[in-house]
């Protein structure tokens, strides 16, 4: 990239930040072709708080919104919350998640983050997975940061056609394809 004036980079930094919420700065610096400190520097002029607090910004808005779990329930870290249409979650996978003697990942902590993640995005009291249908695509290590967005894709009735995909920084994997059923009456009580 050659080299631009510092207006358009900051409003590409914006850009970039808007889109990619998880970018680090040595990302968003390799991406416009300027120093970590000249990253650092636009965004402490701009006002844009560094990763951690993008996220905990984004994870605090979307955790008020959940309603048909409690907060606690969500397996990783809520980020994003559009009821009724999408959400984003985040899970750093830990030692805890791995298994003992190869060192891959648990897969029920990928299907824990992608179901919770499918009920959080529901707008109902009270919801639960009717199908899932689930695909491990390469194995996850320890450190490993798994960045879950689930879409609703469909509804009809009390169902509720919600996809899921994780990555990692590279590439996809795991995806779920999930029909979430919502109990309530008519007045939209939880039975």
């Not at 990239?1 to 990302?27: C, G, I, N, S």
């Not at 955790?63 to 990783?76: A, C, F, H, L, T």
């Not at 009920?119 to 009717?130: E, F, K």
């Amino acid at each position: 990239m050659a080299r631009v004036k510092k207006k358009v980079r900051q409003q590409l930094l914006v850009q970039q930040v808007k889109e990619k919420p998880f970018l680090t700065d040595e990302e968003l610096a390799r991406n416009l072709a300027v120093s970590v400190q000249t990253i650092r520097l636009d965004r402490l002029e701009l006002g844009i708080p560094e990763l951690r607090g993008r996220i905990r910004q984004m994870a605090e808005h979307a955790q008020n919104k959940v309603k048909s779990i409690q907060k606690s329930e969500v397996v990783g870290e809520l980020i994003d919350l559009e009821l009724g249409h999408s959400g984003i979650s985040l899970l750093r996978i830990t030692d805890d998640m791995v298994y003992a003697k190869t060192k891959i990942a648990k897969g029920h902590f990928m299907f824990s983050q992608a179901d919770s993640l499918a009920q959080a995005v529901i707008d109902a009291p009270l919801v639960v997975t009717g199908v899932a249908n689930v695909k491990y695509k390469v194995p996850v290590h320890v450190g490993e940061k798994l960045i879950a967005k689930a879409e609703i894709v469909k509804v009809r009735g009390n169902k509720y056609f919600v996809w899921v995909k994780t990555h990692n920084d590279t590439q996809e994997v795991f995806r779920a394809k999930f029909i979430m059923v919502s109990w309530a009456d008519e007045k939209g009580m939880a039975l």
